[in-house]
């Protein structure tokens, strides 16, 4: 059953006691047997890895996944199932907050909540108005992220469309970046790919002339990646690969949770997850090497739009103006959330103003979304210079707009609520040297991630929010 709303309490119960609980489960024997009905196994393995710790580790987000993905046999995505099946899995992954893809792909590589490595949102707030920019350049992180680790133990990396990574210190790496004005991406792209290059070597050894077809919704984009990250696993051979999809991110976006075009995008997906395998097998490295497969958040169909600032504007908090006007507080929107921006942030009059015209709200508009006040922030490690924000529950996104209608008729999917109901988790999948077999974990934190990572590749790598879920491994 599809919950319909949010519950802060279940989120808070649940960030302290899943890494307990997962844990409790890993080592005391408790693991759950493989679930035939949901994931079924697939006989035989493509190789057998042999014991020990791997030289390779190839981590894979695919935006938008959920885990019914490899749960459930009706989506096309045999490759993530036999993954699921023959290594270790979670039945859930808690994001962070917002649940969107820069803060989460940053929690990732860097086992640390937003309120720590410092990237709190997918665009940062611009207190002149916002220009469109995004956490594009690795300058914003601080703390160091899973490639410092692999350089500073004398290994390599590569990274193909993760977040944050513009100017990161990756031996090979095709950062996410596109113009402001939506020009040519190819170029923007060619711009900051490092070593000088490379993108040229990808297009002539590996994919092709790109042109601007390379975006999120075209399926050959999936194509085009996985091209990419298997020609540079078998000429290359990094110890550490990131590889970010978004296809079935953007057509979530468009057509909700269930639609055949999501279908298509996870197979496309899967199918590159596949070609990248086949590259690890054909450098002969197959058996050293380890898959993680992971995502950012899940999805949630959306049937009303919520643009607060429409009513700061009309409490005089805020004009209705690019640039916000002489504006004492606005809410910054992220996905499904909203997060309240003071101009001075002694000014605690303008924060209790807003806090009132929210909880004015007649009970129509007010059941679309929860507050989410500073004890609650800070317990998800959230933007620390925000004293609230807000919430949709299932169903409900949040939008800009600084006027007209506050509530709006909705449709497609969305994602970035605070972390407190099922559609939002995301999934994890470990498969290879290094992974006990058949290791399931009911809930775990993104934060968790990395800790595996670090461990399987021997690195000096303490992570401040996350801890390494022995269970999940051969060799804890």
Known sequence: MRRSGLSVGRFQRALSHSAILAAALLTSGGVSAPDPGQVPPVEPPLVAAPDGRPEHVVFISVDGLRPDF????????????????????????????????????????????????????????????????????????????????????????????????????????????????????????????????????LESRATGPLDDSFRGAWLSRADRMAAMAAYTLREKRPTLMLVHFTTTDSHQHTHGREHFMVERAVQAVDRGIARIVEAAEDAGILDRTTFIITGDHGFSDIHTRVAPNVWLTEAGLMEDAPDRGDWRATFHTSGASAFLMVRDPADTAAVRMAREVIEARPPSERRLFDVIDDAAM????????????????????????????????????????????????????????????????????????????????????????GVLLPGLLENP
């Open 378 to 465: 800070r317990a998800i490690g959230a933007d620390p210079n925000v004293p609230f924000s807000l919430s949709g529950v299932d169903g409900v996104n949040m939008m800009g707009a600084r006027s007209g209608p506050a509530v709006r008729e909705g449709s497609g999917g969305t994602h970035g609520h605070y972390p407190g109901f099922r559609d939002m988790e995301t999934g994890f999948v470990a498969w290879g040297p290094g992974i006990r077999a058949g290791a399931r974990v009911p809930l775990m934190g993104m934060e968790d991630i990395a800790p595996v990572v670090a461990h399987l590749l021997g690195l000096d790598f303490p992570t401040p929010d």
């Open 70 to 201: 490899y749960l459930e046999s009706r989506w096309p995505a045999v490759m993530m199932r036999h993954m699921a099946a023959e290594g270790a899995h979670a039945r859930g992954v808690r994001g962070v907050h917002p649940s969107v893809t820069y803060p989460s792909h940053t929690t990732l590589v860097t086992g640390a909540m937003p309120a720590r490595h410092g990237i709190y949102y997918n665009s940062p707030f611009e207190p002149g108005g916002q220009t469109g920019r995004w956490y594009w350049e690795v300058e914003h992180l601080q703390v160091p992220a899973l490639w410092d680790a692999v350089r500073a133990a004398g290994g390599t990396t590569a990274s193909f469309w993760w977040p944050v990574t513009v100017g990161a210190d990756i031996d090979w790496n095709v950062p996410e970046i596109w113009p402001l004005d939506d020009g040519d991406r190819t170029e923007a792209l060619r711009a900051h790919t490092t070593p000088v290059g490379f993108l040229d070597e």
